[in-house]
């Protein structure tokens, strides 16, 4: 399937995509186990210092924000946050280069991507409108093993 879309077999029942934009994924290029790359040495003028870009699409949905990197980069697949675990969402931009990082209890995924507040209003919309049923219907695709005795 393409970067450009989500198949309906990458939603959840009831999941349904509210804003999708072009994006880059911002890594950290050592915890990732990437080489050096040409021109990395000046990333730190643009606020990326140690830092590499996985360009793709980013889909807001109403239950999560899913990344898909396109077939043009050293590192290629998927990743997904859950609503729930937003735990803030802010304009990073440093320069010209337009960010917004998502922080959650575990982690923080910053994209740069155009049109960073119309994004961050997005998000923070998708996040209030969760109700608790919806929230509770998550639980189990978030922790599929959540409850079950691990025995061996």
């Known amino acids: 399937m393409s970067f450009l879309s989500l198949a309906p077999e990458d939603l959840?029942?009831?999941?349904?995509?509210?804003?999708?934009?072009?994006?880059?994924?911002?890594?950290?290029?050592?915890e990732s186990g990437l080489s050096r790359f040409a021109f990395d040495d000046l990333m730190w003028l643009v606020g990326m210092d140690g830092k590499e870009a996985i360009g793709g699409r980013a889909f807001l949905t109403n239950y999560?924000?899913?990344?898909?990197?396109?077939?043009?980069?050293r590192m290629?697949?998927?990743f997904s946050?859950?609503?729930p675990s937003?735990?803030?969402?802010?304009?990073?931009?440093?320069a010209v280069t337009r960010k917004a990082t998502?922080?959650?209890?575990?982690?923080?995924?910053?994209?740069?991507?155009?049109?960073?507040?119309r994004f961050i209003d997005a998000v923070r919309t998708a996040c209030t409108t969760l109700g608790a049923d919806?929230?509770?219907q998550l639980i189990p695709w978030c922790w599929p093993n959540r409850g079950r005795q691990v025995t061996g």
């Open 12 to 30: 959840f029942p009831g999941e349904h995509v509210v804003l999708q934009k072009n994006a880059n994924a911002v890594i950290d290029v050592r």
């Open 102 to 117: 998502l922080t959650t209890a575990l982690q923080e995924l910053t994209l740069v991507l155009w049109g960073v507040p």
């Open 134 to 136: 919806q929230v509770r």
């Open 81 to 83: 946050v859950f609503l």
């Open 76 to 78: 290629r697949g998927s």
């Open 64 to 73: 999560r924000l899913v990344f898909k990197a396109h077939s043009v980069n």
């Open 86 to 94: 937003v735990l803030d969402v802010r304009n990073s931009s440093v």
